[in-house]
């Protein structure tokens, strides 16, 4: 798919995220989530910032750049400053005024995108990437986050819904290729043995990836695999079979987004 199919799923992802909290209390955009510290208010102030500097990263290069030493220094004052810097605007503003400020930036994300050729590069936070990894990245945020905020509110006893769609085939696709930087970002040799990943998509059919002759493997539901390369799942609670100690290990370290190494919940 090029860049402009992933901005189309990118924007579906975003909208199938808002139609879960467009009709929530402020008491519900209250609720804790899983991440520490964190409520549904701020698991979409976090996508609401980082919108805003894709879109900037996209229109202005230079201006992106500018901003990212003021970002690492907060990276060094610790999670409190960092939170404070991207999330505090939305800690002080209403829920109508947080949803609103989420649509202007993905808006204007998805404008910028607009002109983004699959050679493209776009500069981020690290090494800059190429256009098409550049929106499969917020495309992963996006559902991850999302994630996040729909194990929220069912564990409050709401209805709240996301069905798995075949637009996990990036999410999917991205936390096979980072099986290598999965080790690289604990300091680790990357593994050498080959897996092959077997998914069955939501939508029908089978998503594969690596050879075919490997003789390690882990095959299973494509949502479960998504839930655990972006840490939102103990493998051990999803219906992956996994054979060979390489994946295995693989599967308990894997991390598809970039930031230092973290480990995923553990088993219930």
């Avoid at 999965?182 to 059919?205: H, K, Q, S």
């Avoid at 998503?207 to 494509?222: H, I, L, M, N």
Wanted: proline fraction near 7%; charged fraction near 25%.
């Amino acid at each position: 798919m090029d860049a402009q199919g992933i901005r189309a799923d990118l924007i579906a992802e975003q909208d199938a995220l808002d139609a879960v909290v467009a009709d929530l209390t402020a008491e519900q955009w209250a609720t804790p989530t899983p991440s520490p510290r964190w409520t549904v208010a701020d698991q979409i102030a976090h996508l609401t910032f980082f919108d805003g500097t894709a879109a900037l990263a996209i229109r202005d290069p230079d201006a992106f750049n500018a901003s990212l030493g003021e970002l690492v220094a907060l990276l060094e004052g610790g999670e409190e400053a960092m939170d404070d810097h991207t999330l505090g605007w939305a800690r002080a503003a209403s829920p109508e005024d947080l949803l609103s400020r989420w649509r202007e930036n993905r808006a204007e994300l998805a404008d910028a995108a607009t002109g983004l050729d699959d050679d493209d590069r776009v500069p981020w936070y690290g090494p800059s990437m190429g256009a098409k990894s550049f929106l499969t990245a917020r495309l992963m945020e996006c559902w991850a986050h999302g994630q996040d905020v729909v194990d929220a509110l069912r564990s409050a006893g709401l209805d709240a819904e996301r069905p798995a769609t075949d637009r996990l085939a990036h999410i999917a696709r991205l936390g096979f290729i980072t099986r290598g930087w999965t080790y690289i970002n604990r300091g680790e040799e990357p593994p050498t043995t080959p897996v092959r990943v077997a998914l069955d998509a939501p939508g029908g059919g089978t998503w594969t990836f690596g050879p075919d002759d490997a003789t390690e493997s882990v095959t299973g539901p494509a949502l479960d695999f998504c839930l655990v390369v972006t840490q939102r799942r103990n493998v051990d609670d999803t219906d992956l079979t996994i054979t060979g100690d390489a994946a295995q290990d693989w599967m308990h370290k894997a991390q598809a987004f970039a930031g230092p190494p973290t480990d995923g919940p553990p088993a219930r």
